[in-house]
């Protein structure tokens, strides 16, 4: 006797053989009980879910010898005939190679005639999106009004080809993709009963290769055995299949985080030898970045489909990473992996975004980034790394080098350069107090500023006006938000203790932004000037908008104080304005 494959051997003969349908399963089961038995059938879905096997067990329910029944026997004569495709009153045809319209005319002939054996005449028609329209057209009249004894079961992976007047003279199933649990749970069974010794892991590798159809977990069982025995190794499953040793994703997964340049180059070769598409890397890669975020989880770890000792290892890998790093990555993976197959050379493409990733920085919160607080990295510099609650390093705004600070400097005294020679000593005195890195501005940058009792003698507005473009410059590289703000602004009064500015801005919102960060430029002022003082702002019309303004404080009333610290961090971090 010849062999018999598994597919075959273990096909469902009745409705509680059928996996993961259930809500197929039942709806048939209820319609044959209940007696309402539709004339027409649509079975869509994916390849290898059960489509075909489900309408012939039909097809032998609706012609159980004491009438239709969903509790048949199946080994009744009449099954047995339907199961093997030899029912004179069952006709199983393949839409691909007769879908023409003569066949049509044909099966429209013989469903005509009442049945020879059976309680029904069914007509199974496979892949029916392959008829042509003219077929389709020459069936419509016999689907919706069929003799009693007629039904039609049609099958399809296609359904967008199949005609909307076809469809709706049906009822439509649609059919899942198995899940890889059901079809683990199924090889189990069978490799059980064909006294196959198999490891747990290997069973769920098949069933992910499976991809969601029974069929084809079935023949890659049938390949594995035939290759390993009745004994099978995970290790030969993975040289059976072309599968992709799960230690290259780790090392995968950990060049990324170490930015391992030529570890990555090595495994990108490795991928390459395996012979397998770039698509189903991406895959492979997808499914390790999900184990990784499920290890992660408490517990989550026992949903995973493997032995202990892989458990282990992505419970330790996944701790040392950062939930959002991997799910940035799993998104990144995901984005190429719409568009991969089409590519000219996928293979090019998954480099490119191998090296991408290697570029990855770690992830911060938006709460560390609002509180200028940033985590203590580790000592690898340039890894990933894992979360912590440790808060230290302060974010910092860099200034710009100091030879641009001179050149600006230089610029400004150059543009407030005197006509007269008279008072050029003195002024020239003034302005390299004001420079950075003359004595006198290192002296001045000494005293503690808002100290009353300083000698301010010799301090002027005309002091003060002379020193204002590089206060302005200090005040930019500061607070560059401020800083353009106050550009055009200059100083018009000064009477010992405040300085009034004028501003040319007309904006209301400019000069609260000012008011509000109003001590840090006091406080770049004093250290130009050598004391501490205040300032006053003036519109360019001479509307007083001075630093505790009446009418601005009530303003500044109507937000919260801590919504008014985030919205002031904001603006300060991001250098932005608000509008409105």
Known sequence: MSYKILSLKWRPQIFKDIVGQDHI???????????????????????????????????????????????????????????????????????????????????????????????????????????????????????????????????????????????????????????????????????????????????????????????????????????????VLHEDVVIALGLIPQDLYFDFTRSIREKNNELMITLLSKFTSFGISAAEVLNGIGEHIRNLLYAGVKNGQELLEMNQEYRKLYVQESAEWDKRDLIRVGQALGDVSVYIRQAADPYLLLEMTAFKLLELDRSISIDQLLSGDMPVPSSTKNTILPPTNT?????????????????????????????????????????????????????????????????DSNISLHDIETAWPNILVDILTKRPSIGTILENSKPIDYDGQIVTIQESSQSEFNLKMVETHAKIVEEIISVKIGRGLRIRLIKGKGEAQGKNDTKGKKSEKKLNTDDKKTLNRIVELFDGEILR
């Not at 539709?38 to 067990?57: D, E, N, S």
């Not at 199933?173 to 198999?198: A, C, G, P």
């Not at 350069?417 to 940058?445: F, H, V």
Request: proline share 5%; hydrophobic share 35%.
């Open 25 to 231: 399963t039942q709806t048939l089961v209820n319609a044959l009980k209940q007696n309402r038995i539709a004339q027409g059938y649509l079975f869509t879905g994916p390849r290898g879910v059960g489509k075909t096997t489900t309408a012939r067990i039909l097809s032998m329910a609706l012609n159980s010898p004491d009438g239709p029944a969903a509790d048949f026997d199946p080994d009744t004569e009449i099954a047995r005939e339907i199961a093997d495709g030899r029912a004179l009153d069952v006709l199983e045809i393949d839409g691909a190679s007769n879908r023409g319209i003569d066949e049509i005319r044909r099966l429209r002939e013989q469903i005509k005639f009442a049945p020879m054996n059976c309680s029904y005449k069914v007509i199974i028609i496979d892949e029916v999106h392959m008829l042509t329209t003219p077929a389709f057209n020459a069936l419509l009249r016999t689907l919706e009004e069929p003799p009693p004894h007629g039904k039609f079961i049609f099958c399809t992976t296609d359904v967008h080809k199949v005609p909307a007047t076809i469809i709706s003279r049906c009822q439509r199933f649609d059919f899942n993709r198995i899940s890889l649990q059901v079809i683990s749970d199924r090889l189990k069974s069978v490799v059980k009963d064909e006294n196959i010794i198999i490891e747990k892991e290997s069973l769920a590798s098949i069933s992910r290769k499976a991809d969601g159809s029974m069929r084809d977990a079935l023949s890659l069982l049938d390949q594995v055995i035939s290759f390993c025995g009745s004994s």
């Open 391 to 455: 808060v230290d390093k302060k974010l910092t705004y860099s200034k710009p080098a100091d030879a641009f600070d001179q050149h600006m400097i230089d610029k400004d005294i150059k543009s407030t350069k005197p006509d007269t020679k008279a008072g050029k000593s003195d002024e020239q005195k003034s302005r390299n107090e004001s420079i950075p890195g003359k004595t006198s501005d290192l002296k001045s940058e000494k005293k503690k500023i808002g100290h009353e009792n300083d000698d």
